[in-house]
């Protein structure tokens, strides 16, 4: 998402920098008395004759509250972080995604186990690993056990729950 919000700031600063330098341009030129680049007549008569009850108004105003709305809920989520802290001292990070690929191949190795999916979700300074499973669910105790020899081996912080589930393997009929 750092992707996403940095090409949206790029989109919003070039349009107003571009308005903002035609505006100075199109005022500087109104002062010197000059032909200006925009015709402003249409402009303030279309302006001056615009009530707030005209349904096109109305529309625009509606349209521009929710797209703010949006915006700023899409803000307001609790984004999944991209980089995990190692530990608060030392300032190590390890990449999220790089940390599921290796808990999901730690769990896939686990005899019994078919398919493993792993998220780490982070809460304060634990590490909520979640695996998802199609395999012998009696080899649970042996995919938690393989989840936190491999978070040893990431010096990750000690999770305090690991959340397995299961699913039986389907049999072909």
Do not use: C, F, K
């Amino acid at each position: 998402m750092r992707s996403v919000n940095r090409v949206a700031s790029l989109l919003l600063a070039t349009a107003l920098l571009a308005g903002g330098a035609l505006v100075a341009v199109q005022a500087l030129l109104l002062a010197l008395n000059r032909p200006t680049p925009l015709d402003t007549t249409g402009w303030l008569d279309a302006l001056s004759g615009t009530r707030w009850r005209d349904p096109t108004v109305q529309a625009v105003a509606g349209g521009t509250v929710l797209l703010g709305l949006a915006i700023l809920v899409a803000q307001l989520l609790p984004w999944t972080p991209v980089r995990l802290r190692t530990d608060e001292r030392d300032g190590w990070h390890l990449h999220r995604r790089s940390v599921e690929r290796r808990l999901a191949d730690a769990a896939g190795a686990v005899p019994g186990v078919r398919r493993a999916r792993v998220r780490v979700r982070r809460r304060g300074g634990q590490w909520r690993p979640r695996v998802r499973a199609t395999g012998d669910p009696a080899a649970r105790a042996e995919i938690e056990y393989a989840v936190h020899q491999e978070l040893y081996r990431l010096t990750a912080p000690r999770p305090g729950h690991i959340d397995v589930r299961l699913q039986p393997r389907r049999r072909p009929a």
